[in-house]
T-cell receptor, first 112, second 114 residues
Framework: GENVEQHPSTLSVQEGDSAVIKCTYS??????FPWYKQELGKRPQLIID?????GEKKDQRIAVTLNKTAKHFSLHITETQPEDSAVYFC???????????FGTGTSLTVIP | NAGVTQTPKFQVLKTGQSMTLQCAQD?????MSWYRQDPGMGLRLIHY???????DQGEVPNGYNVSRSTTEDFPLRLLSAAPSQTSVYFC?????????????FGPGTRLTVT
């Protein structure tokens, strides 16, 4: 099956700085790569996603890039705010597209 | 729309007891999944279903059973609870229309096995 690795496990940034979280995947047939934000005690919520036929996608302060050749994708958050503090998970769907394989998460802290 | 609902929110079991975690969705999604979330390990897939009557195993299926008799419901059964099954369990449904696979999560069930 698919193996997704995520780095770093923890990340602290000053408010207004940028944050970057990186993930790698093993199955070249994976074709959908979502990112989730999970606040303490809450459910994961989709914040942005990218499909394998797209190299970059942006939504306001959040962007995701995908390098299919290298099999890695990254989440970029610009102008970070304290409310961005949460755990972020990347995922990949694997060859069948029916299963989601998650990274182990990055705990982001934005320091005011 | 209620989205994805799960019951109960909290549960304490003794080792060896069995129970069913309920999950329902009202979005007419074909795909549904169960995950467990443990500290430092992200979300791991237990079982999933691509439609009524069809289920398959995920990464960590041992000790759990599922069935999918309707599109709406996808219960997870713990056959004989063990302390290693202490975790937070999330059910999710997936909108696969047009190739998009946005996944919606339920609020979770926090299970403790003593």
């Amino acid at each position: 099956g698919e193996n997704v690795e995520q780095h770093p496990s923890t990340l602290s940034v000053q408010e207004g700085d940028s944050a970057v979280i990186k993930c790698t995947y093993s199955d070249s047939a994976s074709n959908y790569f979502p990112w989730y934000k999970q606040e303490l005690g809450k459910r994961p919520q989709l914040i942005i996603d990218i499909r394998s036929n797209v190299g970059e996608k942006k939504d306001q302060r959040i962007a995701v890039t995908l390098n299919k050749t290298a099999k890695h994708f990254s989440l970029h958050i610009t102008e970070t705010q304290p409310e961005d503090s949460a755990v972020y998970f990347c995922a990949a769907t694997g060859a069948t597209g029916n299963q989601f394989y998650f990274g182990t998460g990055t705990s982001l802290t934005v320091i005011p | 729309n209620a989205g994805v609902t799960q019951t109960p929110k909290f549960q304490v079991l003794k080792t060896g007891q069995s129970m069913t975690l309920q999950c329902a969705q009202d979005m007419n999604h074909e795909y549904m999944s169960w995950y467990r979330q443990d500290p430092g390990m992200g979300l791991r897939l237990i079982h999933y279903s691509v439609g009524a009557g069809i289920t398959d195993q995920g990464e960590v299926p041992n000790g759990y059973n599922v069935s999918r008799s309707t599109t709406e419901d996808f219960p997870l059964r713990l056959l004989s609870a063990a302390p290693s099954q202490t975790s937070v369990y999330f059910c999710a449904s997936t909108d696969a229309g047009g190739g998009v696979r946005e996944q919606y999560f339920g609020p979770g069930t926090r299970l403790t096995v003593t």
